[in-house]
C-alpha cells in the first residue's frame, strides 16, 4: 500500500466529516481533526470567529443529533480538553523513532519496506513508553504517528497539487496556498500546534538541523527541492508558522510566458539571439515579478556544448543543458561558522573553466566580483537584481558595490557597470497578477558622468506616467521601438547575425519609434 492509499483508508474511519461537505483534503488528519471539534463544542470562545470554517461547519453538524459527529461525540463522553490529548506522548514517540530510524528514513523511497519498518518501530516505541491505552486507541496512534513520520501530515496532498506554488502555515488551522498567484484560504489543518511542530521537526532533521528555541528560525529543503522557512515561538508570537516555495517540477518555458503574454514572440526571438551571441544580461524587477522564472527561461537558449556554473542562494534553476555544474551558497551554523556566500562561489566558479556563469540574484558583496569577472572575458552571463525599473537596477548595483566597503570612485564603478552589462530586461507585475516584460533595454557607454540607456522593446502604460507611479494595472503590447541595437557587431563576432528583416519597422512601428526615448536620465 502506497502513501497515498494509507491516507484514504484513513479516511475511511468513523469520524468523516458530514457527508453534506465532502472532505477538503485525502489527508487522515482532517477527519481526526474534526473529531476533535466535534468533542468540544462548549469551548468555542477559544476559536477565531470564521464563518463557515470546516472546524464551523463540523461543530453545527456535532451539534445536530442525527449527523455522524454528534454520533461520535456520544462515543468519546470523556475526553472533553482542547488538543489531542496525546500530543506529547506521539511527540515523544515520533522522535525516539526518528532517533531510531535515523538516516535509513531519509535515504530511502518510501516503499511496502520501509513503512512495515517505521510502523514496527512505532508499535516498540509506543510499548515502551507504557502509557495506558485501548486498543483502538494504540492502533489509531501507530497509523497517525507513522503518516507523519513517512509523510508530511496534512500537507501532503498540497505538495502533491502542482496547481500550488506556495503553502503558507500561519498557525496550525490557518493554511493559505498560493494558486496562480493568488492566495486562497484554505480547510486544511493540522490537529493542534505539537502536530505542526512534528511535521517542522521532520522536514528540518531531514537536512541535519535542529529547530528548538535555541535557534528557532530554519530553512530546509524538502526532498523534492521545495524550500522550507519554519519559524517558532518565541520568535513566532502565536505558534509555529511554516512557508513552502515549491520547487516546480516542470518550470515554465518561455514557450509558456510567450503564452501568458509575459513577452512577444518577437522579443523572445531577439533575447535568444542575445543569450546565444553572448551578451551579458540583467534581469530586473520586484519580489515575484518572475525574475528567476525568466532567468531559468532566458537561460534555455545557451547552446548545449557550453559549460554552465550557476550560482544561488537556494538552488531554483533548471538547465536543460547537459554541461551544468549547480553551486549552492551555505549559510551559518548555529555557532555562526561555516558560511560560505555567493561572492566566495563566483570566485571560485572563476577556476572552474566556466563558458558561462548564471548568479541567481546578486545582492551582496559579489557584484564587484561579477562586474569584474564579466569584464575580464567571461562574456554571456546572465543574473537578476531587484529593482524598480532598468534605471534603477544600474543605481542597485553602483550601491551594491559601495556598500561592499570597495575604495573606488563612483565614476571608475558606473564604467565597470556600462562596460559589463550590455542589455537589461525588466519585469513588471500587474494589478490582476499577470506578469510582463515592460523593458528590453540596452546599456550604453558612459556619457560624461552618466550610464546611457536604450529602450530596444517598451510595453507602455495607457498614460506613459504609469511606470513611476506604483502598481500597473494595464500594459500596451510590447514593442519593438525602432532603434538598432549598438551591440549588433559583439553579437556577430560571436556568430550570431540577426536579418535585417528583423530590425524592419512597418508604419505602425515607425509611429511609435518616433515617441521611442533615446533616453538619458541623471543617476
Ligand atoms: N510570467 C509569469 N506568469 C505567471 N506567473 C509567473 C510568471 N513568472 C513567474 N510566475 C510565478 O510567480 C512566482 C514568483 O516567481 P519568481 O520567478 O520566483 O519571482 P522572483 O524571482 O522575481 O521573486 C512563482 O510562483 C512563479 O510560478
Ligand atoms: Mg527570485
Not at 521532520?202 to 535542529?210: F, L, N
Not at 544580461?281 to 527561461?297: D, Q
Amino acid at each position: 500500500m502506497n502513501l497515498r492509499e494509507r491516507l484514504f483508508n484513513a479516511q475511511g474511519e468513523p469520524v468523516a466529516p458530514p457527508p453534506s461537505e465532502p472532505p477538503p483534503s485525502v489527508n487522515g488528519h482532517i477527519p481526526a481533526g474534526a473529531e476533535e471539534q466535534a468533542r468540544e463544542p462548549a469551548a468555542p470562545e477559544s476559536r477565531q470567529p470564521e464563518k463557515a470554517s470546516l472546524a464551523e461547519r463540523l461543530r453545527e453538524s456535532a451539534a445536530a443529533p442525527s449527523a455522524p459527529g454528534g454520533a461520535l461525540r456520544e462515543q468519546r463522553p470523556t475526553e472533553s480538553h482542547r488538543g489531542d490529548p496525546f500530543a506529547s506522548l506521539k511527540t515523544r514517540v515520533h522522535r525516539a523513532c526518528i532517533d531510531k530510524l535515523g538516516s535509513q528514513l531519509f535515504g530511502a523511497a518510501i516503499d511496502d519496506d520501509l513503512t512495515e519498518v517505521v510502523r514496527q518501530t512505532v508499535e516498540e516505541e509506543l510499548t515502551a513508553d507504557r502509557t495506558p491505552l485501548t486498543r483502538d486507541e494504540h492502533s489509531r496512534l501507530v497509523r497517525e504517528i507513522t503518516d507523519d513520520i513517512l509523510g508530511y501530515g496534512p500537507l501532503e496532498p498540497m505538495l502533491e497539487d502542482d496547481s500550488i506554488t506556495e503553502v503558507m502555515v500561519n498557525a496550525f488551522d490557518r493554511i493559505y496556498v498560493e494558486r496562480a498567484g493568488k492566495l486562497e484560504p484554505t480547510q486544511v489543518a493540522f490537529l493542534d500546534n505539537a502536530h505542526l511542530m512534528r511535521i517542522i521537526d521532520k522536514i528540518v532533521s531531514q537536512v541535519g538541523r535542529r529547530i528548538d528555541e535555541a535557534s528557532p528560525m530554519v530553512d530546509a529543503r524538502l526532498p523534492d527541492g521545495s524550500r522550507v522557512n519554519a519559524i517558532i515561538p518565541p520568535l513566532s508570537l502565536k505558534g509555529p508558522t511554516l512557508t513552502i516555495r515549491k520547487f516546480s517540477r516542470d518550470p515554465y518555458s518561455m514557450h509558456d510566458l510567450i503564452g501568458f503574454g509575459t513577452l512577444s514572440q518577437r522579443s523572445a526571438d531577439f533575447l535568444a539571439a542575445c543569450v546565444r551571441g553572448q551578451l551579458n544580461v540583467l534581469i530586473t524587477g520586484g519580489t515575484g515579478t518572475g525574475k528567476t522564472t525568466m532567468l531559468n527561461a532566458v537561460s534555455s537558449f545557451i547552446p548545449n556544448e557550453e559549460r554552465i556554473v550557476t550560482i544561488e542562494d537556494a538552488a531554483e534553476l533548471q538547465m536543460q543543458q547537459e554541461h551544468v555544474v549547480t553551486l549552492e551558497s551555505r549559510p551559518p551554523n548555529i555557532e555562526g561558522k561555516g558560511e560560505i556566500r555567493i561572492r566566495e562561489l563566483v570566485r571560485n566558479a572563476l577556476r572552474m573553466r566556466p563558458d558561462r556563469i548564471v548568479v541567481g540574484e546578486v545582492r551582496g558583496n559579489e557584484t564587484l566580483d561579477m562586474l569584474q569577472a564579466m569584464n575580464t572575458g567571461h562574456e554571456g552571463s546572465l543574473t537578476t537584481i531587484h529593482a524598480n525599473s532598468p534605471r534603477d537596477g544600474l543605481a542597485r548595483l553602483e550601491t551594491l558595490v559601495l556598500t561592499a566597503g570597495v575604495d573606488l570612485p563612483l565614476r571608475a564603478i558606473r564604467e565597470q557597470i556600462s562596460s559589463a552589462f550590455d542589455l537589461i530586461l525588466h519585469l513588471t507585475r500587474l494589478v490582476d497578477g499577470s506578469r510582463r516584460v515592460s523593458h528590453i533595454t540596452e546599456v550604453l557607454r558612459m556619457e560624461s558622468d552618466v550610464i546611457t540607456l536604450q529602450d530596444l522593446f517598451l510595453a507602455r502604460p495607457p498614460d506613459e506616467s504609469g511606470f513611476e507611479t506604483g502598481p500597473v494595472s494595464l500594459l500596451g503590447e510590447l514593442e519593438y521601438c525602432g532603434l538598432k541595437p549598438h551591440f549588433l557587431d559583439k553579437l556577430s563576432a560571436n556568430g550570431v547575425n540577426l536579418p535585417p528583416e528583423f530590425f524592419a519597422v512597418d508604419e505602425s512601428d515607425l509611429a511609435r519609434a518616433s515617441v521611442a526615448r533615446f533616453r538619458r536620465l541623471g543617476a
